[in-house]
């Protein structure tokens, strides 16, 4: 499962050499990791009523291109693994253009309590995301 979504570089998003901070694309993850779980009707809002979080516990980043103020670029994000309590995300960043890949990265969550010990994914969102 993947999810695509658009993002136009704004230059808030830019550094003094006129390129994406490397910070940002974090963000851009953050937002990708939003609505592939939207799609799939699982909101970070409801899953906070059952007291549930999935802060990232581990990232990895790889940039290979960096795209510059007002670019499009793409945004894949997917599910590589559900495990008990946690769930690695992919992130692939392409040029709208050109459709070559600018960056790639992952991020494991792990979902936790109020009192931020792991707990079992909810078996919604697993089968929403498997």
Do not use: C
Request: charge should be neutral; avoid cysteine; hydrophobic fraction near 35%.
């Amino acid at each position: 499962m993947k999810n695509l979504t658009e993002h136009r570089v704004r230059y808030a998003d830019t550094d003094h050499f006129g390129v994406v901070y490397y910070a940002r694309y974090l963000d851009w993850f953050e937002a990708g990791r939003t609505e592939i779980l939207r799609v799939n009707n699982i909101t970070y809002s409801e899953l906070e009523k059952q007291d549930l979080f999935a802060p990232v516990v581990e990232i990895k980043v790889n940039y290979k291109k960096p795209p510059k103020y007002d670019d499009l670029v793409v945004l894949e994000t997917s599910v590589e693994n559900i495990g008990n309590s946690s769930i690695k995300f992919n992130y692939k960043v392409f040029d709208k253009k050109t459709d070559e890949l600018l960056a790639e990265a992952y991020t494991v969550n792990v979902f936790i309590n109020k009192e931020m010990k792991p707990v079992r994914i909810p078996n919604d969102v697993r089968k929403a995301l498997e």
